[in-house]
């Protein structure tokens, strides 16, 4: 399969302190790829670089082989929707007034809805259940309502690469299942490629394809989750001991006490 985004050799220094320390990584189209890893490992700072909001200090990153800061704003955001960790709105905008914001990339400042967007409105908000939501205001919904509506937004842009920055956090866990089962169903149905930070490693082996595992800024561990899932990678980046079985394919880890390394 072809790769949607390739980075190579990033470096990244915030202020004083270098986060990222010369990163080579592949995102497969049409794939699920979750990056894992500790607090302050890096993980946010490479979705904040593929999507453009800092610009690296050494290397590239490359959107369908062509360098992500030569693309003008809209023809980048018509490839690649981002949804941040945290993200607020007025409590008094509807659904439907958020979703087709999510439609600026593809026209002028100064024209009007058209017949297309209404129609990318209405199959975003169909895509994510939210048909019967259009006209709540958002600050009525509750925390998975308010996600889907979200991510409604983003499809709303048409794009071919999803980039979510930890999407089930804050969310209880039968919202944060119906979130993912969401995601899969967008990949596996409409062919959309997702790249997404998780901090539950049992969601991000169930519900991905690949996974980066990355580790004070450099990339520790890249495969599938049955490769990268391991007591190894465990102990070594999460510092704990652990069993693993499998469900199925997927490799499910129980953690026992705090690992010892040195």
């Not at 990033?10 to 302190?17: A, E, S």
């Not at 490479?46 to 693309?71: E, H, K, M, T, W």
């Amino acid at each position: 399969m072809m790769n949607i985004i390739e980075v190579k050799d990033m470096d990244i220094t915030l202020g004083n302190k270098k986060i990222i320390d010369g990163v080579n990584l592949n995102i497969t189209r049409g794939r699920i790829t979750s990056i894992i890893g500790p607090n302050g490992s890096g993980k946010t700072t490479i979705l904040r670089a593929i999507c453009r909001n800092i610009r690296p200090g050494r290397g590239r990153i490359s959107l369908d082989g062509r360098d992500v800061f030569s693309y003008s704003f809209n023809a980048f955001a018509k490839k690649v929707a981002f949804l941040s960790q945290i993200h607020e709105c007025p409590g008094d905008l509807t659904v439907k007034e958020l979703v087709s914001y999510g439609r600026y990339a593809h026209r002028s400042w100064w024209q009007r809805e058209t017949s297309e967007d209404a129609h990318a409105t209405e199959w975003a908000l169909e895509m994510t259940g939210m048909t019967g939501f259009l006209n709540k205001r958002m600050g009525v919904l509750s925390g998975g309502e308010k996600q889907r509506a979200w991510i409604s937004m983003a499809l709303a842009q048409k794009p071919e690469l999803l980039v979510l920055d930890e999407p089930t956090t804050y969310l209880d866990i039968c919202y944060q299942l119906e979130l993912l089962e969401l995601i899969r169903q967008l990949n596996k149905d409409e062919g959309i490629t997702v790249i997404m930070v998780l901090h539950d490693i049992n969601q991000a082996a169930r519900f991905s394809h690949e996974i980066k595992i990355i580790n004070n800024g450099k990339v520790f561990s890249s495969g599938s989750p049955h490769d990268v899932i391991n007591v190894y990678n465990l102990r070594n980046v999460f510092r704990v001991e652990t069993d693993i079985n499998y469900d199925g394919d997927s490799p499910v880890f129980y953690p026992k006490c705090v690992a010892v390394t040195r």
